[in-house]
């Protein structure tokens, strides 16, 4: 092998075709803050030109994958008698397929595409736009499970029971406080995804999301898209209403969601990363949307793929 070959698969090996470090470049096996910020870029880059067909379509997917969560609490519950820490140890094996199967879940969507809006790479709009049709993907898969739970004899008698419980004592719960309970299950969520992109090896990811969404329940907190699927649950079997339910439950839940992925994580990691190290990560990118875009604009800039394609 030639002194050249030999120097450009050492490069392929740092890093990707992208541009994001696969090793850390001071202790390989561990990113510094921007590099971290580096692979979360990336990634956005890639997300935010995904067609709305694929977005929804994996959102689909998470969206019943967290179906497997809302059973596997209920079971567990009424098969612990309510044990709060065994009733949750299952809890987060739909949250373990999205994550390590890279489909599109809401609450990490408050990280990443955040990050392009905060480098002036992405606008406003289509940053709402990807949130709308993911969350869209996300209540559609998520509201089929909750039917078929419903209407198909999947629970046993004692986990209906169970799941009729869970889902009534979040709807019962007070405005603010279902906010303020979210706020740190986003924060939760968001860290999840943000070491996630630390990870180097499928180990420690799956161990990261194990411990993280293993917090909801320990917490005694709520995720959106899980909540969505317990109200469904109880329409279609009959024991509530659509409309109370959406307003006083699962929507605090998304603004507690929201806020606390997007202030209480997004943010502060993104201001931690001084402008020199960001720079450092990403290059030098001489077509930021300027403020007019960003606000009311449609478009993306891509700053790490190597034709650095843009659209308006």
């Known amino acids: 092998m030639t002194d050249d070959e030999s120097e450009s698969t050492d490069e392929n090996a740092v890093q990707s075709a992208h ?4 090793v850390g470049a001071v202790v390989r096996d561990r990113f510094e803050t921007h590099e971290v910020f580096q692979r979360i870029t990336v990634a956005a880059d890639e997300e935010a030109t995904t ?3 694929e ?5 689909l997917a998470a969206g019943f994958a967290i179906t497997v969560t809302y059973l596997l609490y209920a079971s567990m519950t009424a ?3 309510g044990n709060p820490v065994l009733s949750a140890l299952l809890y987060p094996l739909g949250f373990i397929f999205i994550v390590l199967g890279g489909y599109q879940l809401y609450t990490e969507n408050t990280l990443p595409p955040v990050v392009l809006v ?6 406003v709009p289509r940053l709402l736009h990807i949130w709308a049709v993911v969350l869209l993907g996300n209540f559609v898969g998520g509201g089929l499970g909750g039917i078929v739970l419903a209407t198909t004899g999947v629970f046993s008698p004692d986990a209906a029971v169970a799941a009729s419980k869970i889902a009534t004592k979040g ?5 603010w406080t279902l906010f303020f309970k979210a706020c740190f299950a986003g924060l939760i969520v968001a860290g999840i995804v943000w070491v996630d992109y630390a990870a180097r090896d499928t180990i420690s990811r799956l161990v990261l999301v194990y411990v993280g969404f293993l917090a909801i329940p320990f917490g005694n907190l709520f995720h959106v898209v899980v ?9 279609a079997s009959g024991q509530a209403a659509l409309l109370g339910p959406l307003a006083g439950f699962v929507l605090p839940v998304l603004l507690g969601n929201t806020t606390g992925g997007v202030l209480l994580v997004t943010v502060v990691n993104f201001f931690q990363t001084t402008s020199e190290r960001r720079e450092l990560a990403r290059g030098p990118v001489d077509h930021e949307l300027d403020l007019r875009d960003v606000l009311f604009g449609t478009g993306t800039r891509r700053a790490y793929v190597a034709d650095e394609r843009g659209d308006d």
Not at 55 to 59: E, I, K, T
Not at 171 to 175: A, K, N, S, V, Y
């Open 118 to 123: 905060l480098e002036r790479l992405a606008s």
């Open 227 to 235: 909540s969505f699927t317990e109200v469904v649950y109880l329409v």
């Open 79 to 81: 098969a612990t008698d």
């Open 19 to 22: 541009g994001a470090p696969a």
């Open 171 to 175: 709807i019962q719960t007070p405005f």
């Open 55 to 59: 977005l929804f379509f994996s959102a």
């Open 51 to 53: 067609s709305d067909r």
